[in-house]
Nanobody
Framework: QVQLVESGGGLVQAGGSLRLSCAAS????????MGWFRQAPGKEREFVGV????????DYADSVKGRFTISRDNTENTGYLQMNSLKPEDTAVYYC???????????????WGQGTQVTVSS
């Protein structure tokens, strides 16, 4: 069982930066890939990015490539989403997730965090 708790959301102006954290419980954190998703009002939840268990492989949605960076510290059981050059369209509730990577490189989510709100003003 893994419990995930996000933090670091808030209000930021366009062009600014935020770093989200995802603290995980359990001693098997490094065995899980970790992903970030977001859901804007009236829209479906969408993939933002993923990092594998040892932190060497990442993948991102086209909409955030070059602006967002995912990392993790397995010694601290924590994952991070660094968001730079934020845009109003990045406004959403951001969720971290833990699961297994399938053969296509997609994340099969087993655990979700509760989400943290990110609001980018223009």
């Amino acid at each position: 069982q893994v419990q995930l708790v996000e933090s670091g959301g808030g209000l930021v102006q366009a062009g600014g930066s935020l770093r989200l954290s995802c603290a995980a419980s359990g001693r098997t954190f490094s065995s899980y890939a970790m992903g970030w998703f977001r859901q804007a009002p009236g829209k479906e939840r969408e993939f933002v990015g993923v990092i594998n268990g040892d932190g060497y492989i990442t993948d991102y949605a086209d909409s955030v490539k070059g602006r967002f960076t995912i990392s993790r510290d397995n010694t601290e059981n924590t994952g991070y989403l660094q968001m730079n050059s934020l845009k109003p369209e990045d406004t959403a509730v951001y969720y971290c997730a833990a699961g297994r990577l399938n053969v296509a490189g997609g994340l099969q989510v087993e655990y979700w965090g509760q989400g943290t709100q990110v609001t980018v003003s223009s």
